[in-house]
């Protein structure tokens, strides 16, 4: 016997299959997002930068301290639009390690690699502002201010970060100045390219499947 295919049925098998095509296409946005990129990026970073000059003027007393490893590339970036934009003053800026004071240093297995800390100037009575590229748990912050002292009583801090993932804290601690809130889930990674390093400025939010 011979079965012959009529319209209405090649019709709903043909809006079956371009469902399924847009729901795979859904999750594929889903798995991996972008947050920031090119144009959008910079423009974030100026504004951040403008927000630091509203309120610390020409930084005759204020430092910039990148928190290692990822910070660092952040604190470079912004020192280097500040200094655009102030070519005349003189921007300090360190990086900091925070190996050895983070809460779960000791749980980890093997050797654990520090980063280096540049610092060359003492911190005490000045005005520093802390950087990171993402804020989630807090415990890096907390971790960078023990590590901090080391150099000095500073008068004030505040805290820098590209992208906040405000939902995610573990302890009390919250931005100055924020580039991006991001509402994400534990499973999910936000992971922050920098030009110099990965060859573009980019922010991308991933799924687990991605990770």
Same mark, same amino acid.
């Given at each position: 016997?011979?079965?012959?295919?009529?319209?209405?049925?090649?019709?709903?098998?043909?809006?079956?299959?371009?469902?399924?095509?847009?729901?795979?296409?859904?999750?594929?946005?889903?798995?991996?997002?972008?947050?920031?990129?090119?144009?959008?990026?910079?423009?974030?970073?100026?504004?951040?930068?403008?927000? !630091?000059?509203?309120?610390?003027?020409?930084?005759?007393?204020?430092?910039?301290?990148?928190?290692?490893?990822?910070?660092?590339?952040?604190?470079?970036?912004?020192?280097?639009?500040?200094?655009?934009?102030?070519?005349?003053?003189?921007?300090?800026?360190?990086?900091?390690?925070?190996?050895?004071?983070?809460?779960?240093?000791?749980?980890?297995?093997?050797?654990?690699?520090?980063?280096?800390?540049?610092?060359?100037?003492?911190?005490?009575?000045?005005?520093?502002?802390?950087?990171?590229?993402?804020?989630?748990?807090?415990?890096?912050?907390?971790?960078?201010?023990?590590?901090?002292?080391?150099?000095?009583?500073?008068?004030? /801090?505040?805290?820098?970060?590209?992208?906040?993932?405000?939902?995610?804290?573990?302890?009390? /601690?919250?931005?100055?100045?924020?580039?991006?809130?991001?509402?994400?889930?534990?499973?999910?990674?936000?992971?922050?390219?920098?030009?110099?390093?990965?060859?573009?400025?980019? /922010?991308?939010? !991933?799924?687990?499947?991605?990770?």
């Amino acid at each position: 016997m011979k079965l012959e295919s009529s319209p209405k049925l090649i019709n709903i098998a043909a809006t079956e299959f371009n469902l399924i095509i847009y729901i795979c296409l859904i999750n594929l946005s889903m798995q991996k997002r972008t947050l920031l990129d090119g144009k959008k990026f910079q423009i974030t970073i100026k504004r951040l930068c403008h927000q !630091l000059i509203e309120n610390h003027n020409d930084f005759s007393n204020t430092v910039l301290i990148g928190i290692q490893p990822r910070g660092s590339y952040f604190a470079d970036r912004v020192k280097q639009e500040l200094s655009a934009i102030l070519p005349d003053k003189n921007i300090r800026k360190g990086n900091l390690d925070i190996t050895f004071f983070r809460d779960d240093f000791r749980r980890k297995d093997g050797i654990v690699s520090a980063s280096s800390n540049t610092i060359d100037f003492l911190i005490e009575g000045c005005n520093v502002i802390l950087l990171d590229d993402v804020l989630w748990t807090g415990r890096t912050i907390r971790s960078a201010l023990d590590a901090l002292l080391a150099y000095g009583r500073p008068a004030k /801090v505040e805290l820098l970060v590209l992208i906040d993932r405000r939902f995610s804290r573990q302890i009390p /601690v919250e931005p100055d100045y924020i580039g991006l809130q991001v509402d994400s889930i534990d499973s999910q990674l936000v992971r922050v390219s920098w030009k110099e390093t990965e060859g573009e400025d980019k /922010v991308i939010l !991933l799924s687990e499947r991605n990770q």
